[in-house]
Nanobody, 126 residues
Framework: QIQLVESGGRLVQAGGSLRLSCAASERTIGTYFMGWFRQVPGKEREFVAAISRSGGSTVYAVSVKGRFTIGRDNTKNTVYLQMDGLKPDDTAVYYC???????????????????WGQGTQVTVFS
């Protein structure tokens, strides 16, 4: 079973940038499509971005499109989330997710993913 570990979350000023990383325990990460979600207390976990197995297809939430970039390096078993132009509303715990169900290129829903990391806190102050 694949294990995911996020890192890179920290306190950052509005307008700044952060790069989150998600390290996978398996060298077969290339067989998984991957996603980033975020959650604030009292709210449902929401979709942020997703990437296909090869990295050729990406999908973004409207709220982050043009500011965030998802990428992956399968040789390093890692998925990234580059976050630029951060806003206080981006404050949340960010989770990495993975799945490899056949027939799906990317997933944007919570139930598209069976494997989750423990999350990393991003706090944006104005």
């Amino acid at each position: 079973q694949i294990q995911l570990v996020e890192s890179g979350g920290r306190l950052v000023q509005a307008g700044g940038s952060l790069r989150l990383s998600c390290a996978a325990s398996e060298r077969t990460i290339g067989t998984y499509f991957m996603g980033w979600f975020r959650q604030v207390p009292g709210k449902e976990r929401e979709f942020v971005a997703a990437i296909s197995r090869s990295g050729g297809s990406t999908v973004y939430a409207v709220s982050v499109k043009g500011r965030f970039t998802i990428g992956r390096d399968n040789t390093k078993n890692t998925v990234y989330l580059q976050m630029d132009g951060l806003k206080p509303d981006d404050t949340a715990v960010y989770y990495c997710a993975a799945d490899r169900v056949l027939g799906k290129v990317v997933g944007t829903a919570l139930n598209d993913y069976d494997y989750w990391g423990q999350g990393t806190q991003v706090t944006v102050f104005s």
